[in-house]
Nanobody
Framework: QVHLVESGGGSVQAGGSLRLSCAAS????????MGWFRQAPGKEREGVAG???????NYADSVKGRFTISRANAQSTLYLQMNNLKPEDTAMYYC??????????????????WGQGTQVNVSS
């Protein structure tokens, strides 16, 4: 049974940084594509960053140059380093796992497994 648990969210001022973590269990972590998605109130869930089993990364244009996704296969953990945060980054952030490329390609409608989310609030 796939289980994803996010942590690391919080409240920061614009320009600040946060590091999100996602602890995965119940499957062979290294073989899955992983991704970070976010959803703000009243908006659809959107892809933020994805990483495939080979370590290739993919970013939404809105976060390129500010966010970095990485994975530690030995620890079955996914990370998202977020720098230079902006108020528009405020959202619930979700970890996602897929046996195919959907999480890497940032396709929320095709994600198989989701975490419960961690809230990020950025004030101006």
């Amino acid at each position: 049974q796939v289980h994803l648990v996010e942590s690391g969210g919080g409240s920061v001022q614009a320009g600040g940084s946060l590091r999100l973590s996602c602890a995965a269990s119940g499957y062979t972590f290294s073989r899955y594509c992983m991704g970070w998605f976010r959803q703000a109130p009243g908006k659809e869930r959107e892809g933020v960053a994805g990483i495939d089993s080979l370590g290739r990364t993919n970013y939404a244009d809105s976060v390129k140059g500010r966010f970095t996704i990485s994975r530690a296969n030995a620890q079955s953990t996914l990370y998202l380093q977020m720098n230079n945060l902006k108020p528009e980054d405020t959202a619930m952030y979700y970890c996602a796992a897929t046996p195919n490329g959907a999480a890497y390609l940032l396709l929320p409608g095709q994600v198989d497994y989701w975490g419960q989310g961690t809230q990020v609030n950025v004030s101006s």
